[in-house]
Each structure stands twice: as structure tokens, then as C-alpha cells.
């Protein structure tokens, strides 16, 4: 195992971390758009600090909704990936992709 991976339960749907399971993202979704999307989870991570930090329940809400996308979209959030067809799979990441890099979108980095 690479010393920078955690550590994967012998069936690989879940990293462990600290003793606690968390599902692990589909390995399924080709690296550049696997990167794609942890760029948008790590931003709206951000963005659901700086709202805290801001007392701005308004951003803090967007910002959780755009989190729970990426999750989703990197299947650690809804349906198990491991149940999913590949055509399925591909679908929840291309969905979650696009509406994370919609125009307008707070780290699409295009104007909206």
C-alpha cells in the first residue's frame, strides 16, 4: 500500500481512517475527472468554512449542497457504487461533473 493511500477494507468499497470506515470513491472514474471533482469537494469544503467563519447560513448552505454534489458524484454519497452498472456510474459522474462546472457556479470559475 502507498504510504500516501489509506488504508482500503480487502473489498476496496471503503478507506479506513482513524478506525472509522468511509466509503471509499468509485474506481471507476477516469483520474482526470476524479481530479476534476475533488478540486470542486476541497473548494466547497472551503467555502463551507469561510461561510461558517462569516456567520453566513445562506452561503454556508450553498456551499454544503455543492460538498454533498462532489460526494455523490465521486459515489462516496448515495446509491453504493458497487450496485450501479457502469452506465449508471458514468451518468452520476458526468451529471455531477457538469453541474458542478456550470457556468455561474461558485468555483466553475466562469462567470454566470
Known sequence: MDADQPEQTPDGRYIVVKGRRWRA???EIPEDV???LRRHLMAARRAVAASHRNADP??????RSRVHT????LGERGTP????SLAERRRRWEAGAAELDAPGSPDSGTPG
Open 25 to 27: 470513491t468509485d474506481p
Open 34 to 36: 476524479s481530479a476534476v
Open 58 to 63: 445562506t452561503g454556508e448552505k450553498l456551499a
Open 70 to 73: 462532489a460526494k455523490v458524484a
Open 81 to 84: 457504487w458497487w450496485e450501479q
